[in-house]
């Protein structure tokens, strides 16, 4: 279930396409039929607008006659924070690939607006975009990168910092990149759904990126486990925005010193890594209470998630360090779940298009929005949220235009 201010400008396109001539204006209807908005004179259109929701009783109502049931607003309340965890449903990861093509989208649309591209950044991007094209989880995303790697030294010639007119040509190649949407035409959407934190500024762009980079390493070869190591090292250190954690990363990179000849190797090294930063931030977030609380950090994979992982029974920590790790186990773990379990809503439901949106997606976004209701009204509520949630979809599209500095000021945010 969602709501939209039409009265704010940046809602007034979403709302022109709803034909919104009054306040308040409910609509009713599957969430995969909002895509094309409603219009007055449409016949068949399985939308229809609540004529009677003016107060929540006649709102509620109307809902008991559509769905036959007789709920009534002096229920006991239901707290969204009573749903119960399930961090140990491998399951979940599934619906990253819609973050890992926003992480993608943002990551381009950041290194054009702060015109990240130069002389000495210029081949670790090509680098990065050859492992996209190659290992990419979205086929959508291997379409796009390879559609800007093709075009490339059109779109970046060698002489472009030589000549006068640098930042025309910086302007020009920024307006033309942004043409070639990179993982579709929908893309960026301009929300989160597997790595949506419950602050604003916690997981989201940084959380996308990890999942991206782990499920990378989990696609190459052998042979490429090398290339892969310094094009995500060299990508972070040129490209990401947030200084002090491009030099975190930046550090660890250079602790490695010798070569990566195995993918398994690379894939564990990441997941090290990653878990580095988790052990650091949770002592940071910990004194200056900067976490997210609904997502604190921890060592990954929790043993609810991956029990064979742990070679101890229970870990004397939360430290890492204190964590006797089954690395054959892990390594499986993060094949698995960056491998299949992160593709497999895309098979389930043909999501392998190049493009578009799909009534899966609008699903799933229906399905993360809880609200507190009565017990008794929850079901029809909740069946009332599947008709609204796609909405959430549409307003929270118009803020991609705002600026991405305040979701990204951290890699930590995972």
């Known amino acids: 279930m969602a709501r939209v201010d039409c009265a704010s400008k940046i809602n007034t396109k979403l709302c022109d396409k709803f034909s919104v001539g009054h306040y308040p204006m409910l609509f009713w209807g599957p969430p995969t039929k909002f895509s ?9 259109s399985k939308l229809r607008v609540i004529d009677d929701g003016r107060t929540a009783e ?6 008991n006659k559509q769905i036959g049931s007789s709920y009534g607003l002096d229920d006991e309340k ?11 449903d491998p399951g979940q990861i599934a619906r990253a690939i819609y973050d890992v093509e ?43 990168s390879a559609e800007v790697l093709v075009n490339f030294d059109d779109l970046c010639p060698l002489d472009m910092w030589s000549s006068d007119g640098h930042d025309a040509a910086t302007n020009t190649m920024k307006g033309v990149l942004h043409n070639f949407q990179i993982c579709g035409k929908e893309v960026p959407r301009g929300y989160w759904m597997f790595c949506r934190g419950s602050k604003n500024d916690t997981r989201g762009f940084s959380c996308g990126l990890w999942v991206l980079m782990h499920s990378l390493s989990v696609r190459i070869e052998d ?31 250079s602790s490695v010193t010798s070569p990566f000849k195995k993918a398994r190797d690379f894939a564990l090294w990441l997941w090290s890594a990653h878990n580095e930063v988790n052990e650091r931030l949770m002592k940071e977030e910990a004194s200056l209470k900067t976490g997210d609380p609904k997502f604190p950090k921890m060592i990954w994979p929790p043993k609810q998630l991956c029990p064979s992982c742990y070679r101890s029974q229970v870990p004397k920590d939360k430290g890492s360090s204190q964590i006797d790790w089954d690395r054959d186990e892990v390594f499986k773990f993060l094949v698995s779940y960056y491998g299949n379990e992160l ?6 439901k043909s999501l392998l298009a190049d493009d578009g949106t799909n009534g899966t997606l609008d699903d799933l976004v229906a399905s993360t929005n809880a609200v507190v209701v009565p017990v008794g009204a929850a079901l029809a509520i909740g069946l009332a949220s599947c008709a609204f949630g796609a909405l959430a979809c549409y307003w929270r599209s118009q803020q991609k235009n705002r600026k991405y500095y305040h979701q990204l000021y951290s890699l930590k945010n995972t």
Request: charged fraction near 25%.
């Open 36 to 44: 094309a908005g409603w219009e007055p004179k449409q016949a068949k």
């Open 58 to 63: 006649r709102l509620l109502n109307w809902i």
């Open 78 to 88: 239901f707290e969204n924070e009573h749903l119960p965890s399930n961090i140990s």
């Open 102 to 144: 926003e992480a993608t989208t943002t990551a381009f649309d950041i290194i054009l607006e702060h015109k990240m591209i130069k002389s000495e950044t210029r081949a670790s991007l090509i680098k990065f975009l050859q492992l996209l094209v190659a290992h990419h989880p979205s086929r959508r995303c291997r379409k796009g």
């Open 223 to 253: 042979g490429e486990s090398q290339f892969a190591f310094t094009s995500i090292c060299d990508f972070i250190h040129n490209f990401f925005i947030c200084e002090e954690c491009r030099q975190h990363f930046y550090e660890m990179c």
């Open 343 to 348: 593709v497999s809503l895309y098979k389930e």
